[in-house]
């Protein structure tokens, strides 16, 4: 028995650790690949940087500028703008909009970029992460707090 | 740690560890599920749909979770060929992946009202797909092993390489752009109104000590099932 040998079971785990980083590493590579493909949507200032073929469908993502929503003449046609801080891009979407659609919220706009506006065919409304009770939201910071110490309280009994 | 590996030790400490996990389990995710359900606010936004939160978030955690377990007994297998470890990753599959498809179920019937869409293909909801096929190839190619008496070191070397998929659904939020919300609590941080987080971190407490309680049960199946094929054919050879 040759004492300078490793025990098999010291190989093995160095071959599993091994085995792992390079697996690890692969898929982190792979992931920065997908890095700019793998994106649900576009946002504004992307757009704005790389704008795209007039005619092709694409995922437009961000905020609904507040006070931006307003209904055109047709009556079943809405504008809004679109923007994530840096860039804002106009929107232009005819039909019924999800319940989540709300001004100041996250909005995905499926469509295509025309000349004056977004038009967009579908909405999909973003849920950001946040949850906040609906009595919570209109209360001064002191008065959700109490709340919020009652509520806390009184479950945990 | 190692003591445990021997089974007979094993099955003392299971033997009672079995019905305290699976009992508490139960107690403490119905007591979430009823809290979630009937005594907490409708959401500012969402309303009353928030109420899945309760079941979808817990399904999620354990989702991935399984394979976790899954990959660190297959590393386990591996290095120390403990033959425990290779049923400890055969218990965790089935419930990981129910947990998964749980997650996958509730997450769709909370999008259509939410987002507006039953399924849409963005980096989490796609990558969690992806971790439901994994278990299902995973549980075909672990019982097959386990049928036709091949190397169960197979099935662990495909857990090890599915593994890569975990971090890529915990980061698929952050590093590409997603209709899925990022995630709303990190590390020291959480953006849920505590009237919501106190039953969702019991209903992953709950979820968790069911999930061992059912790993812990199948696992003493599967060695009862090996310890009376043994019996079984010791008696043949005897009569032989």
């Given at each position: 028995?040759?004492?300078?040998?490793?025990?098999?079971?010291?190989?093995?785990?160095?071959?599993?650790?091994?085995?792992?980083i390079v697996l690890v590493g692969a898929g982190f590579l792979a992931a920065w690949g997908l890095r700019s493909e793998a994106n649900y949507f576009y946002t504004p200032s992307q757009l704005a940087a790389?704008?795209?073929?007039?005619?092709?469908?694409?995922?437009?993502?961000?905020?609904?500028?507040?006070?931006?929503?307003?209904?055109?003449?047709?009556g079943v046609s809405i504008r809004f703008t679109v923007g994530d801080g840096e860039a804002e891009v106009p929107v232009r979407f005819t039909g019924i909009v999800p319940d989540l659609f709300v001004e100041?919220?996250?909005?995905?706009?499926?469509?295509?970029?025309?000349?004056?506006?977004?038009?967009?065919?579908?909405?999909?409304?973003?849920?950001?992460?946040?949850?906040?009770?609906?009595?919570?939201?209109?209360?001064?910071?002191?008065?959700?707090?109490?709340?919020?110490?009652?509520?806390?309280?009184?479950?945990?009994? | 740690?190692?003591?445990?590996?021997?089974?007979?030790?094993?099955?003392?400490?299971?033997?009672?560890?079995?019905?305290?996990?699976?009992?508490?389990?139960?107690?403490?995710?119905?007591?979430?599920?009823?809290?979630?359900?009937?005594?907490?606010?409708?959401?500012?936004?969402?309303?009353?749909?928030?109420?899945?939160?309760?079941?979808?978030?817990?399904?999620?955690?354990?989702?991935?979770?399984?394979?976790?377990?899954?990959?660190g007994a297959s590393a386990a297998l591996l290095i120390w060929r403990h033959p425990l470890s290779a049923i400890a990753a055969r218990a965790a599959a089935a419930p990981g992946m129910v947990f998964t498809?749980?997650?996958?179920?509730?997450?769709?019937?909370?999008?259509?009202?939410?987002?507006?869409?039953?399924?849409?293909?963005?980096?989490?909801?796609?990558?969690?797909?992806?971790?439901?096929?994994?278990?299902?190839?995973?549980?075909?190619?672990?019982?097959?092993?386990?049928?036709?008496?091949?190397?169960?070191?197979?099935?662990?070397?495909?857990?090890?390489?599915?593994?890569?998929?975990?971090?890529?659904?915990?980061?698929?939020?952050?590093?590409?752009?997603?209709?899925?919300?990022?995630?709303?609590?990190?590390?020291?941080?959480?953006?849920?109104?505590?009237?919501?987080?106190?039953?969702?971190?019991?209903?992953?407490?709950?979820?968790?000590?069911?999930?061992?309680?059912?790993?812990?049960?199948?696992?003493?199946?599967?060695?009862?099932?090996?310890?009376?094929?043994?019996?079984?054919?010791?008696?043949?050879?005897?009569?032989?």
């Amino acid at each position: 028995m040759n004492t300078l040998r490793p025990k098999p079971k010291h190989q093995r785990l160095v071959l599993v650790v091994i085995a792992l980083i390079v697996l690890v590493g692969a898929g982190f590579l792979a992931a920065w690949g997908l890095r700019s493909e793998a994106n649900y949507f576009y946002t504004p200032s992307q757009l704005a940087a790389d704008p795209p073929v007039y005619s092709r469908m694409i995922r437009l993502g961000g905020m609904v500028r507040e006070g931006s929503i307003q209904q055109l003449d047709d009556g079943v046609s809405i504008r809004f703008t679109v923007g994530d801080g840096e860039a804002e891009v106009p929107v232009r979407f005819t039909g019924i909009v999800p319940d989540l659609f709300v001004e100041g919220s996250g909005v995905v706009a499926e469509g295509r970029m025309g000349p004056t506006a977004f038009m967009a065919d579908s909405l999909l409304a973003k849920h950001d992460e946040n949850y906040v009770p609906r009595e919570l939201q209109e209360m001064t910071e002191y008065q959700a707090r109490q709340v919020v110490a009652e509520t806390e309280t009184g479950g945990g009994r | 740690m190692h003591g445990f590996a021997n089974p007979r030790r094993f099955l003392a400490l299971a033997r009672w560890l079995t019905p305290v996990m699976l009992v508490s389990g139960i107690v403490l995710s119905c007591g979430a599920t009823w809290w979630g359900l009937t005594q907490v606010p409708p959401d500012r936004l969402m309303g009353e749909t928030v109420r899945i939160l309760f079941i979808h978030v817990p399904a999620a955690w354990l989702g991935m979770g399984g394979w976790a377990v899954i990959a660190g007994a297959s590393a386990a297998l591996l290095i120390w060929r403990h033959p425990l470890s290779a049923i400890a990753a055969r218990a965790a599959a089935a419930p990981g992946m129910v947990f998964t498809a749980i997650c996958l179920a509730t997450g769709s019937l909370w999008g259509r009202p939410t987002w507006g869409a039953w399924w849409v293909w963005d980096g989490r909801l796609t990558s969690m797909l992806v971790l439901l096929f994994l278990y299902a190839a995973y549980v075909a190619l672990s019982q097959a092993s386990a049928r036709e008496g091949v190397s169960d070191r197979i099935p662990a070397i495909f857990a090890l390489v599915g593994a890569i998929n975990i971090p890529i659904i915990n980061r698929s939020v952050v590093w590409w752009n997603s209709l899925h919300q990022p995630p709303s609590i990190t590390v020291g941080k959480s953006a849920i109104d505590p009237a919501y987080l106190w039953p969702l971190l019991i209903a992953v407490l709950g979820y968790s000590l069911l999930f061992g309680g059912v790993v812990l049960a199948r696992m003493r199946a599967l060695l009862a099932d090996m310890q009376a094929e043994a019996r079984l054919r010791r008696k043949a050879m005897e009569a032989a």
